[in-house]
């Protein structure tokens, strides 16, 4: 497993209104590059999967996928690498709310970010970013996320590269309402056969944990934001 590298996490949430709503929980991410991705051992093998079904596009490859809704957005990365932040197909379930592309060009630069979120009904939709110098982008929100965050507003995503350290933090300011904020912090950690049976516990487990969360919020009282008819995009 020498070509991926996991990061131990933690994910906060923190919902500053109507209702005020705040957790924390343990997790784990993968970062592989989608042309290498790592040999798991036969018997584990079904602990960490990683499928181009799983994510945007429709061919078996996730290199095809990434290049062909690149190409859409005017974007030709020449064959330059792409490294992939995700979570990974445990048993036959996956759970990847956002899963984050690094693009680069072939001398090594990076071209842009790739931010595919993925919602609680099974659908996915991506936003194309330019970072500025501190790793940072706006972009307008045109995806139904959650039936408890408003179908409008603006994310500011903040998306350095990892390194030996994971800091992400994205930021949904709706209009007129208080903002929610969604941080991944995390350490590196060596893609070992102990840390593949860590993470596969944790994926599964966080999973019950968020859709536990939602339970709360609705008997707290926070208003349900019905889909629109597509069920994907708001209006």
Same mark, same amino acid.
């Given at each position: 497993m020498t070509t991926a590298t996991l990061y131990r996490c933690s994910l906060r949430h923190v919902r500053t209104g109507p209702v005020r709503h705040a957790f924390i929980y343990r997790t784990y991410q993968w970062l592989v590059d989608v042309d290498d991705l790592p040999t798991i051992p036969r018997p584990l093998r079904p602990l960490a999967r990683f499928l181009a079904a799983d994510h945007i596009g429709r061919s078996p490859s996730l !290199? &095809?996928?990434?290049?062909?809704?690149?190409a859409t957005q005017g974007v030709d990365l020449g064959g330059g690498q792409i490294l992939m932040l995700t979570h990974a197909r445990v048993l036959g379930h996956v759970f990847n709310p956002?899963?984050?592309y690094w693009c680069h060009r072939p001398d090594g630069t990076q071209a842009c970010v790739v931010a595919e979120v993925h919602n609680t009904y099974g659908g996915r939709h991506c936003y194309l970013l330019h970072p500025d110098a501190r790793?940072?982008?706006? +972009?307008?929100?045109? =995806?139904y996320v959650s039936p408890f965050l408003p179908l409008t507003g603006t994310y500011r995503? *903040?998306?350095?590269r990892p390194d030996h350290q994971l800091a992400l933090t994205v930021t949904l300011r709706p209009e007129g309402g208080a903002p929610f904020v969604a941080s991944l912090r995390g350490t590196l950690r060596a893609a070992t056969v102990p840390g593949l049976l860590a993470?596969? =516990?944790?994926?599964?487990?966080? !999973?019950?944990?968020? &859709? !536990?969360?939602? +339970? *709360?919020?609705?008997l707290k009282g926070l208003p349900v934001i019905p889909r629109t008819p597509s069920g994907e995009r708001a209006p």
């Open positions: !290199r &095809r996928n990434l290049d062909d809704y690149l956002l899963t984050v790793d940072a982008a706006h +972009v307008d929100k045109d =995806f995503m *903040s998306l350095p993470a596969a =516990f944790a994926t599964l487990l966080v !999973r019950l944990k968020i &859709r !536990r969360q939602g +339970v *709360s919020l609705y």
